[in-house]
């Protein structure tokens, strides 16, 4: 039977996660370092006070613990994330938010809420996988748009936006991740920021901001007012904002939240209704007593240590090991690496080279959407150990060096066999 031909479009179209893909790797029982997801540090939850809340919401028999609750979200936990807005400079009302199954329901549901087939959509070169795949489900039309060292390049962002607008082609949003984005740790600068909102006003298109990473700032490079949100400067409704206590908490309560002006929120949620009901009930109240007790606003300096000294381990194993080989913006905040490899190099085809040396990561090809990328990589040293980073990055380099040494054997016989 052909099961194929019974497939939707956008079923045919879809495609594994690269970073999904690297699972069935670590499956195998080999000794393989990790870089390719981007996991929080199981030794930084909150293990105890974790303990200790499930305890006693379970003990208490309380029937709405355990049981369906409102689409939106626990009243209590919608609370919390406005007061969380707030501190942010968001001025957030209820009616504005709604609690998600993780951020990547988030993206799914704007992505139904705002994509018909054919749709264009601007997003960052490169960008995150999962929103390219969140769009690309919708069978949207992704264009991307360079990056500088500070964010999303705005010269370039009008000069796309223009030539779509004379092929009369409408934008209906553009994606960002202006805090420590994933892939590549860049940070929107706050001008630039300001910019690109007065952009969006101008051009009469919405920004989805992704900003998942905006706590984990490093205090030796960056500050709480360099990641104020787009959003915050947000006046007419223009910009939907999505965040997460994945980062922060821990990803496993699947619990995060979006802002939107109150006629997409209302859209955003008769698509949730269709899609899970609710985010779990136990999942919200676990987020709630942590945020209530304080667990929250005593992980996040821990975090922030842990973090910014995991990438100083990584950067430095990188210099020692790759020397000029390889070249990457120092992130000042997030989980990320981003490198760039001798244009010769294609991260993917060398995957299995490093796969035998024992580590992996995610070819950088993968974040984007136009094809381009193919010596880059991406590399998250937010799960190993320090120790297993420099393991790690000394068998990338062993990886790197071998793969150089076939590219030019097999270019000396090319040349060799030129007539």
Not at 216 to 242: H, M, N, Q, T, W
Request: net charge neutral; glycine share 8%; charged share 25%.
């Amino acid at each position: 039977m052909n099961h194929e031909s019974f497939l939707s479009r956008a079923a045919a179209g879809m495609t594994q996660s690269a970073i999904r893909r690297m699972g069935g790797i670590l499956a195998t029982g080999r000794d393989i370092v990790s870089f390719a997801p981007g996991y929080p540090a199981p030794d930084t939850f909150a293990w105890d006070d974790f303990r200790a809340i499930a305890a006693e919401l379970l003990a208490s028999r309380d029937g709405s613990i355990l049981q369906y609750g409102p689409t939106r979200g626990y009243r209590p936990l919608l609370e919390v994330i406005a007061g969380l807005q707030r501190g942010r400079g968001i001025d957030t009302a209820i009616e504005d938010l709604l609690v998600t199954t993780g951020s990547q329901q988030g993206l799914d549901l704007v992505a139904r809420v705002l994509i018909d087939p054919g749709d264009v959509i601007l997003v960052e070169l490169p960008t995150y996988v999962g929103a390219i795949s969140a769009f690309r489900n919708a069978q949207a039309t992704m264009i991307g748009v360079p990056q500088e060292q500070d964010g999303i390049d705005l010269d370039a962002l009008d000069r796309t936006f223009a030539r779509l607008a004379a092929d009369g082609r409408r934008v209906k949003f553009l994606y960002v991740v202006p805090n420590f984005q994933n892939p590549t740790g860049l940070l929107i600068g706050l001008d630039k920021r300001r910019r690109l909102l007065e952009w969006a006003e101008r051009r009469d298109v919405l920004v989805v901001e992704d900003d998942p990473y905006r706590d984990l700032y490093f205090e030796d490079s960056a500050s709480e007012a360099e990641v104020r949100p787009i959003k915050a400067d947000d006046r007419s409704g223009r910009v939907i904002y999505l965040s997460s206590f994945s980062k922060t908490l821990a990803p496993g309560y699947r619990v995060a939240w979006i802002a939107a002006a109150p006629p997409l929120a209302a859209k955003l949620e008769m698509a949730k209704q269709a899609e899970d009901l609710l985010t779990g009930s136990l999942d919200q109240r676990v987020v709630y007593e942590a945020c209530k007790r304080g667990v929250l606003d005593r992980q996040v300096p821990t975090l922030r240590r842990h973090y910014a000294h995991k990438r100083d381990v990584m950067q430095d194993a990188l210099k020692r090991e790759l020397g000029d080989l390889a070249t990457w913006p120092r992130p000042s905040g997030g989980f990320f690496l981003w490198l760039t490899l001798p244009a010769s190099v294609n991260a993917d085809i060398m995957l299995p080279r490093a796969i035998e040396e024992g580590v992996i990561y995610v070819a950088g090809e993968a974040f984007y959407v136009n094809g381009e990328g193919q010596n880059t990589l991406r590399l998250s040293f937010s799960a190993p150990t320090p120790e297993r980073i420099e393991t790690g990055v000394s068998r990338l380099a062993r990886a790197l060096r071998a793969e150089l040494a076939a590219s030019a054997t097999a270019a000396g016989a090319a040349r060799q066999g030129a007539p």
